[in-house]
């Protein structure tokens, strides 16, 4: 963690940054739990169990891009299919990846499982387990492995989060959703970018991940996730529809000696920690901050 620097003529003008992505839907019919978005924080902890990053160095006066990846759909068909991967998220430099979307099942076969910042979890199959989505190194983990329909009780597996791979399903229980990360970048520890739950037709469904994941569901539509904590929505059951994944954010933390200007389309607030303000971007598409 930098401790950011007070007033002083030779103290670099250094901002903290947590970057979250969207997070991804869970797929339909015993789906798979969708991915959380990547996260990439310079305080505290990074997904994927990275150590923490560097801070940005800004300039007063510049124009810096902000984006706010939003969350992917659920799978809308009820016979089987892939949830929609997270959107990326940007600060400057720096670029989350959207959570990649849990898998269907279609015909007896896996649906494409989505790969990203998380990876989505497998879902049921009559070939055999269907391995979950793979995640981005530094921001998060990979998907949780189905079990196959041909038991008899099919179950699809957990998302991945940004902090823990997604948990693998068995016969007729779905795998729970990846646990997300803490940080504390706000001066009070919170968790985001969790994994959903998995689908089932039998037992029970995987419950969402620790950091607003959505719970999958049991013969039931999959739960959507907690709204900006970038975390993936739960699988459906049996025939059922999957959850929404969520928005990521973005959180900047500054000296209180500067002032940020929030540019047109963007969507935040600012408090004050100690010697530092926090600014959280709970919307922007391709919108721009700077500071004086």
Avoid: H
Avoid at 83 to 98: A, E, K, Q
Avoid at 109 to 132: H, I, L, P, R, Y
Wanted: proline fraction near 1%.
């Amino acid at each position: 963690m930098q401790i950011l620097a007070g007033v002083g003529a030779a103290a670099p003008l250094e901002v903290n940054y947590l970057v979250l992505a969207g997070g991804a839907g869970g797929g339909a019919n015993n789906g798979g739990g969708g991915g959380a978005g990547g996260l990439r924080c310079t305080v505290t902890s990074s997904g994927g169990g990275a150590a923490v990053e560097s801070a940005i160095v800004i300039t007063l006066g510049t124009s810096y891009t902000v984006t706010v990846g939003g969350g992917g759909a659920g799978a809308a068909g009820s016979g089987g299919s892939s949830g929609s991967n997270g959107s990326n998220s940007v600060f400057d430099t720096i670029t989350s990846t959207g959570g990649g979307g849990g898998a269907g099942r279609t015909g007896g076969a896996q649906t494409t499982v989505g790969n990203g910042g998380c990876g989505g979890g497998g879902a049921g199959s009559t070939s055999g387990s269907a391995a979950g989505g793979t995640g981005t190194t530094g921001q998060g983990f990979a998907g949780g492995t189905g079990i196959p329909t041909s038991s008899g009780t099919a179950a699809g597996a957990g998302g991945g989060g940004t902090g823990a791979v997604g948990g693998n399903a068995s016969s007729g229980i779905g795998g729970n959703g990846a646990v997300g990360t803490a940080t504390s970048i706000t001066g009070s520890s919170v968790t985001r970018g969790a994994g959903g739950g998995g689908g089932t037709n039998a037992t029970s469904a995987g419950s969402g991940g620790t950091g607003g994941g959505g719970a999958g569901g049991k013969i039931a539509p999959g739960s959507n996730a907690t709204v900006n904590l970038g975390s993936g929505g739960g699988g459906g059951g049996e025939s059922q529809v999957g959850g929404n994944g969520s928005s990521g954010l973005l959180i900047l933390q500054y000296s209180d000696t500067l002032t940020i200007t929030l540019g047109a389309g963007v969507t935040g607030s600012t408090t004050t920690s100690g010697s530092n303000k926090i600014t959280t971007i709970t919307a922007a598409t391709a919108g721009t901050v700077s500071w004086a």
